[in-house]
C-alpha cells in the first residue's frame, strides 16, 4: 500500500515535469503565432501576449502578395532538402557500414580521420575560395546542396555505433555462409534493420537544409542568385526589405506610407512560415527519431 502511493506520487511528479516542458516548447511557438496575427499598434503599445485586444491579417496579406517568390523559394527548398537529405544518407551509410565491419583493415584509423573532421576544418575563407574558384557552384544549385551539408562526420560515426551494436553478428555470417557479397548484406540487412537510425539522421540533414541560409549568403548574388534563393534567404531577405523601407529613407509619400508598415507582426508572420512545414512532418517520424538516436548514441 505505501509502495503503491509512493509510486503515484512519482509518477504524478513526472506527469507534471514533462507537461511543463511540453508547454515550455509549445507557447513560444503559439506566442509567435498569436503575434503574427496581432494588429502591430497593439504590440508596440501592450508587447507581446497570448490575448491580444486587437488582431490583424495585414502581415500575411503582405506575404501573400509576394506569392510568386515565395512558391518559387518553397520549391527550391523543398527539392534540396529532400535531394540532399538523400545524398547526404546515402553517403553516411556507405561510410558507416565498412567502419562497422569488424574485420575492416585499419578501421581504427579510418575512424579516427572521419572523427578528426569534426574538430578541425579549413575555415571558411579557404572554404569559400576552394568551392568558388576550383568547383566552380557559385550561383547554381550546388551552392545550396554541397558545403557543409552534404556529408557529416557526426552522422557517420552514429549511424556506425548503431550498425554495430543493434545488428547481430549472426545476420552477417549467415549472410556470408549463404554466399552474400557485401552490397547485398548492404542492401537486403543492414539498410531495413537501421531505419530508425537512417531516417533519425535523415531528420537531421533534412532539418539543416531546410534552415540553412548561410549558403545562399554565401555563395548567391546578383539576379541569377536570387532566383536560386531557398524560403530562408527569401525571407531574410524580406525582413532586410522591410526594415530599410521603414526605417524612413525612402523619400516621399511612399517612404510616409511604408514607415507605417507593421515590421513586428511581419517577422513574426515570416517565422510561423518557415517553421510550419516542419511542424507537419514531424510527427509522422517521431516514433523513428526516439528509437534511433537512443541505440546510436548509447550503444557500441
Do not use: C
Request: hydrophobic letters at 50%.
Amino acid at each position: 500500500m505505501f509502495h503503491s502511493k509512493k509510486n503515484k506520487r512519482y509518477q504524478f511528479i513526472i506527469n507534471l515535469l514533462l507537461i511543463i516542458v511540453t508547454l515550455s516548447i509549445i507557447l513560444p511557438f503559439l506566442l509567435v503565432f498569436i503575434s503574427s496575427i496581432t494588429d502591430e499598434n497593439t504590440l508596440i503599445r501592450e508587447g507581446y501576449s497570448f490575448f491580444p485586444k486587437q488582431l490583424s491579417l495585414y502581415a500575411y496579406q503582405y506575404i501573400i502578395q509576394q506569392g510568386d517568390k515565395i512558391l518559387r523559394a518553397y520549391g527550391i527548398t523543398i527539392i534540396v532538402t529532400l535531394l540532399g537529405t538523400v545524398v547526404n544518407i546515402s553517403m553516411s551509410a556507405l561510410m558507416a557500414y565498412p567502419l562497422s565491419v569488424k574485420t575492416l583493415p585499419h578501421r581504427r584509423a579510418i575512424t579516427f580521420f572521419v572523427f578528426f573532421t569534426m574538430l578541425f576544418n579549413g575555415g571558411l575563407v579557404p572554404s569559400y575560395l576552394m568551392y568558388v574558384n576550383y568547383f566552380q557552384i557559385k550561383n547554381t544549385i550546388f551552392a545550396l546542396l554541397v558545403p557543409n551539408l552534404l556529408l557529416s562526420a557526426n552522422n557517420i560515426l552514429l549511424i556506425r555505433t548503431y550498425f554495430t551494436g543493434s545488428i547481430p553478428d549472426a545476420l552477417y555470417e549467415a549472410a556470408k555462409i549463404d554466399g552474400a557479397t557485401h552490397f547485398q548484406i548492404f542492401g537486403k540487412i543492414v539498410i531495413p534493420l537501421g531505419k530508425p537510425i537512417l531516417v533519425t539522421m535523415g531528420l537531421f540533414s533534412g532539418l539543416a537544409y531546410w534552415n540553412d541560409w548561410t549558403n545562399g549568403l554565401y555563395y548567391l548574388s546578383g539576379n541569377s542568385g536570387q532566383k536560386l534563393y531557398g524560403i530562408q534567404n527569401l525571407l531574410n531577405q524580406m525582413i532586410t526589405d522591410i526594415q530599410y523601407l521603414a526605417s524612413g529613407k525612402v523619400a516621399g509619400n511612399i517612404g510616409a506610407e511604408v514607415a507605417k508598415m507593421p515590421t513586428i507582426s511581419i517577422r513574426m508572420a515570416i517565422a510561423f512560415i518557415a517553421m510550419l512545414p516542419l511542424f507537419l512532418i514531424y510527427p509522422f517520424l517521431q516514433k523513428y527519431f526516439s528509437e534511433g538516436i537512443t541505440l546510436g548514441a548509447v550503444k557500441g
